[in-house]
């Protein structure tokens, strides 16, 4: 391609929209172009390197046996009603779009497609034979996320890689799980990523497990946990840990005391002179059942721990029996708004107690009338500590369970492991912090869809069964923008060579010198005959401003016909390191060849 034919705009100066760097030097660089609020326009040198990425995706998925097809991104209502999710995904976290047709027939826009595989399965797949089987897609998925941000990473449309496997036992499903672990992890490596596998969490479906893929970025929106011995790695949603030891406590009775304004952790520990370790803090949640029911959560946990969200969403939905429900679609803290809609009181805030009484709850059809009270095992142990009196500006001291409060029935684990944690496979072992952004997700499903949409074969012995199924999705546009977060550098992005939109640039110092014309001229029909990507810059601009636009734009290896000239020779600029090399012209092919093999690998 001649850049003097291309649409090629670079900015001088960083978007104002953009906060990240990979985001930034996108825009700048002209790869992509913001149309709407998370949605972006891949302009063609972008797209060239989403079809590298997805041609890396599809070789690896290839080579484990999956078969590629495409699905449809309108789906209707009905599947989703039919596994359950429509009112969750319209609804309560409103990630999808929907629409109703002028038959007035109501779809969706596909975030995913479980519900439509599911059904293809239910109607193709009679006999156990027939499995295993794992069909994948590479295509356009559609999010109504809450907070697109970051460009490619978080937008509104993207482009994912989507996987779904059917199996008659756990053990073949187990087998595909490691397949693609191993695939992803392929994936990965040839698109040029520094990443880490680490567990997941794998919602309140259980399943028998997930691994998220996380390329290492300080911009990450999740935050890993690992040990150095690389034995353990975990998205902070999911990670355990062993808590630091509790120090004893110095109050031997029991005695209501004034503390005024204590309302945190760390002022009551400064007034009284205790650990937070001694503190039994007690905090409020809401949640929101698809029943219609309100419950509200008291969580007591030790003082200097954190309560982790997707854990107590995970314990509150295995509770949902309780409350003729089936699943959480909402779990906050109430506001001063939500407590306005069932407090019969005003809540001691800051000062609340485990035994805080249920008549502080108005109840009604919608909300139940008693605290959901859960105890972390954190707080279970402690002795003589310290916590609220449920009066405002007072808490008690030398409190014990059972003693001067019931412990509550449900024990729980539910706190945060942090950075500096011992390790729970070796108490040697401290846990690290890190950031990441999930380019990838792989995760053992069970039966859950096909169960919910009677998706069954035929065993062996003749027996109608459930299938048992996986799913493995990748971001192919989010992994690209990863690929520009690890790796650029003041005058631009730095394309890891597999993935970049060229391999080389041309860059002709001086258009109207003759010589300087024929042999780029020679040289970019040679490579692009012999395989080598290259780009012409044509234009009649400065050469400074062409290096420029070619470090901005990341393009590995730089070609400049200039001064060498005079001795047969080119220079060639490699974009990582800036190192430059005077190379024979006749020998620029087979070395950048040689390079550009030794890059990819
Ligand atoms: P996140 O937690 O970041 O919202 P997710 O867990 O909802 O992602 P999955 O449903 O596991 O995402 O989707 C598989 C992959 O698709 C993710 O690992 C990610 O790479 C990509 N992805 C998900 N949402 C987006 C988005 N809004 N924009 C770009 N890529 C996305
Ligand atoms: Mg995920």
């Not at 794992?134 to 449309?157: A, W």
């Not at 029911?293 to 003082?303: E, M, N, Q």
């Not at 405002?392 to 001067?404: C, D, I, L, T």
């Not at 109608?464 to 989010?478: F, T």
Request: aromatic share 8%; proline share 4%.
């Amino acid at each position: 391609m001649r850049l003097s034919q291309m649409l090629f705009v670079t900015l001088r100066e960083d978007p104002a929209e953009a906060e990240i760097p990979s985001h930034k030097l996108l825009l700048r660089a002209g790869y992509i172009r913001r149309i709407g609020s998370g949605i972006y326009a891949y302009l063609p040198l972008m797209w060239r390197v989403l079809k590298k990425v997805s041609q890396i995706v599809r070789e690896e998925m290839d080579a484990t046996g999956a078969q590629e097809c495409l699905l449809p991104q309108l789906q209707p209502a009905d599947l989703w009603r039919e596994s359950g999710r429509w009112d969750t995904y319209t609804q309560a976290e409103g990630i999808m779009f929907s629409l109703t047709d002028r038959r007035d027939t109501e779809l969706g826009l596909g975030p995913t497609h479980e519900e439509v595989i599911t059904t293809i399965a239910k109607d193709m797949v009679r006999s156990y034979r027939q499995l295993p089987l794992h069909l994948y897609q590479i295509q356009t998925k559609f999010r109504d996320e809450i907070r697109p941000r970051f460009g490619l990473m978080r937008g509104r449309e993207f482009i994912m890689k989507d996987g779904y496997s059917f199996h008659t036992s756990e053990e073949s499903l187990k087998k595909t799980y490691q397949d693609m672990d191993r695939a992803y992890s392929n994936m990965l490596r040839r698109s040029g990523l520094e990443f880490r596998a680490v567990d997941a969490d794998s919602g309140a479906i259980g399943g028998s497990g997930s691994q998220e893929f996380m390329v290492l970025a300080e911009a990450g929106e999740d935050e890993v946990l690992y040990t150095e011995d690389g034995q353990y790695a975990a998205n902070v949603e999911k990670a355990v840990s062993i808590p630091a030891d509790a120090e004893p406590s110095p109050f031997a009775t029991f005695e209501k005391r004034e503390t005024p304004g204590t309302d945190t952790i760390d002022k009551l520990g400064k007034f009284l002179k205790c650990s937070p370790t001694q503190v039994v803090k007690n905090v409020l949640y809401q949640a929101v059942y698809d029943s219609g029911i309100t419950v509200l959560v008291l969580v007591s946990i030790r003082g200097d721990q954190d309560v982790n969200q997707v854990k107590l969403l995970n314990e509150l939905t295995k509770l949902a029996p309780n409350y003729q429900a089936k699943t959480v679609l909402f779990l906050t803290v109430p506001d001063a708004e939500a407590q306005g809609k069932w407090a019969a009181k005003s809540l001691p805030l800051g000062y609340m107690a485990p035994d805080l009484a249920d008549d502080y709850i108005a109840g009604s059809k919608e909300v139940n009338s008693k605290f959901l009270r859960l105890v972390d095992r954190t707080a279970v142990d402690l002795t003589n500590f310290v916590t609220g009196s449920n009066e405002s500006g007072y808490h008690v001291v030398g409190a014990n369970w059972n003693k001067e409060f019931p412990l509550p029935a449900t024990v729980v684990g539910v706190r945060t492991a942090k950075k500096g944690d011992r390790a729970v496979h070796n108490p040697e072992q401290t846990l690290q912090s890190a950031r990441g952004i999930e380019v990838g997700h792989i995760f053992q499903l069970g039966t859950k869809y096909s169960q919910a949409m009677g998706a069954t074969y035929t065993s062996e012995q003749g027996e109608e069964m459930p299938l048992i199924m996986g799913c493995y999705g990748v971001g192919v546009s989010r992994l690209a923008q990863s690929a520009v977060e690890q790796s650029y550098d003041k005058d631009g992005i730095i394309w890891p060579v597999a993935i970049a939109p060229y391999h080389a640039i041309i860059s002709i110092p001086n258009i109207s010198d003759a010589q300087q014309v024929e042999v780029a001229e020679k040289l970019y029909a040679e490579l692009n005959q012999s395989g080598i990507e290259t780009l012409l810059d044509d234009r009649d601009e400065r050469a400074g401003v062409k290096f420029k636009d070619a470090d901005l734009i990341g393009i590995p290896y730089r070609i400049v016909p200039g001064r060498s000239l005079k001795s047969g020779k080119v220079e060639i600029v490699e974009r990582a390191t800036h190192k430059s090399h005077e190379i024979l012209i006749e020998e620029v092919n087979a070395t950048l060849k040689e390079w550009i093999d030794a890059a990819i690998k």
